[in-house]
T-cell receptor, first 116, second 118 residues
Framework: KAGVTQTPRYLIKTRGQQVTLSCSPISGHRSVSWYQQTPGQGLQFLFEYFSETQRNKGNFPGRFSGRQFSNSRSEMNVSTLELGDSALYLC???????????????FGPGTRLTVL | AQSVTQLDSQVPVFEEAPVELRCNYSSSVSVYLFWYVQYPNQGLQLLLKYLSGSTLVKGINGFEAEFNKSQTSFHLRKPSVHISDTAEYFCAVTPQWPGGGSNYKLTFGKGTLLTVNP
């Protein structure tokens, strides 16, 4: 079974631009979560989508948004990029049916975003 | 709210030595506890999790962790490490009764970099 894939793996943007990151979950998984990883703040939960609906949200400004498609693929968008948005963005998928934490989350390799 | 403290940011050990990575948490409600490992340039992989029952939890790659409710700790141990165990390890928690849809919302510690030297 193929794992969670994230594209692109690396991205360089400048301040003020916007960016879209993509996550393809494991086949059959309906829940997709996004996390931001930085050296200073560590790993922080952004949001979770299940069956095209945002089910949970972390404490990030509205510049961070996401969506999920009918095939469970998810995209994350960051508008008006700031230097502090430079981070590794991780996506995780799970079946979403048994409920957390019975469901195991499987993480992708991440997208490393650098904002100049 | 929950918080997780990983007491050591870096732990260097020699190959075949035992290792313990320490994790303490703070929460006003009962929690589920997790340990994840992140190898260089890779995502996170679940090592083990404590949901209920026996406080000693066995995971993959020979790791185990012990839940101590009175000390609010969940330390990770391995009796003999290998070079391939070199990675960053993250302790995480989530409330047992999140209320209002807080499923899948993990709170992570800052991580412990385990370096295994020959």
């Amino acid at each position: 079974k193929a794992g969670v894939t994230q594209t692109p793996r690396y991205l360089i943007k400048t301040r003020g631009q916007q960016v879209t990151l993509s996550c393809s979950p494991i086949s059959g998984h309906r829940s997709v979560s996004w996390y931001q990883q930085t050296p200073g703040q560590g790993l922080q939960f952004l949001f979770e989508y299940f069956s095209e609906t945002q089910r949970n949200k972390g404490n990030f400004p509205g510049r961070f948004s996401g969506r999920q498609f009918s095939n469970s693929r998810s995209e994350m968008n960051v508008s008006t990029l700031e230097l502090g948005d430079s981070a590794l963005y991780l996506c995780a998928s799970s079946s979403g049916t048994s409920g957390f934490p019975t469901d195991t989350q499987y993480f992708g390799p991440g997208t490393r975003l650098t904002v100049l | 709210a929950q918080s997780v403290t990983q007491l050591d940011s870096q732990v260097p050990v020699f190959e075949e030595a035992p290792v313990e990575l320490r994790c303490n948490y703070s929460s006003s409600v009962s929690v589920y506890l997790f340990w994840y490992v992140q190898y260089p340039n890779q995502g996170l992989q679940l090592l083990l999790k404590y949901l209920s029952g026996s406080t000693l939890v066995k995971g993959i790659n020979g790791f185990e962790a012990e839940f101590n409710k009175s000390q609010t700790s969940f330390h990770l141990r391995k009796p003999s490490v290998h070079i391939s165990d070199t990675a960053e390890y993250f302790c995480a928690v989530t409330p047992q009764w999140p209320g209002g849809g807080s499923n899948y919302k993990l709170t992570f510690g800052k991580g412990t970099l385990l370096t295994v030297n020959p």
